[in-house]
Structures are given as structure tokens and as C-alpha cells.
């Protein structure tokens, strides 16, 4: 429906119809910059707590860098966030 409409309202309105278009996209990158989650420089096990919280490693087995299973640990969440 909305695209039927879009080609009367740009015979009507002409150049300004743009203008509605351009404030749609400005109302969605404050959206997108007020709920974007920033993960750069953050390690994977800190990124998977903030989209999954302790969940994330309730069933999991902590691997070292040589591949060896670690003795239990404990991962502590900060309640901070």
C-alpha cells in the first residue's frame, strides 16, 4: 500500500518528499546510536556475557591456548552494566 502511495505523494510534493525520506533515516541512526552495542576492543568471553549474560558459560568447559581443558573456574559477572 505504501509503495502505491509514494508515487502520488512524490507528483504532489516534488523535491520535498526527499525531505521526509531523509528525516526518516535520520530518526532510525538515533535509534541505531542510542541501542548499538559497542564491542570493539572488548574480548569474546566479555561480548557473549553482554548479549547472553552468565548463561553464556553455564554449560561450557574453559579451553587454554595450547587446547588443554583448564581445572574449574570461576567467571565472575560485573553487576555494574
Do not use: H, R
Not at 3 to 32: E, H, P, Q, R, T
Not at 36 to 51: H, M, N, Q, R, Y
Amino acid at each position: 500500500m505504501s509503495s502505491f502511495a509514494l508515487s502520488y505523494a512524490m507528483a504532489d510534493l516534488g523535491w520535498k518528499f526527499y525531505l521526509i525520506n531523509a528525516s526518516y533515516n535520520i530518526v532510525f541512526l538515533v535509534i541505531i546510536y542510542c541501542t548499538w552495542v559497542e564491542t570493539k576492543g572488548i574480548p569474546l568471553e566479555e561480548i557473549a556475557l553482554k548479549f547472553e549474560g552468565a548463561a553464556a558459560f553455564a554449560d561450557s568447559s574453559v579451553i587454554d591456548a595450547q587446547g588443554e581443558l583448564m581445572e574449574e573456574t570461576c567467571m565472575t559477572v560485573d553487576k555494574k552494566a
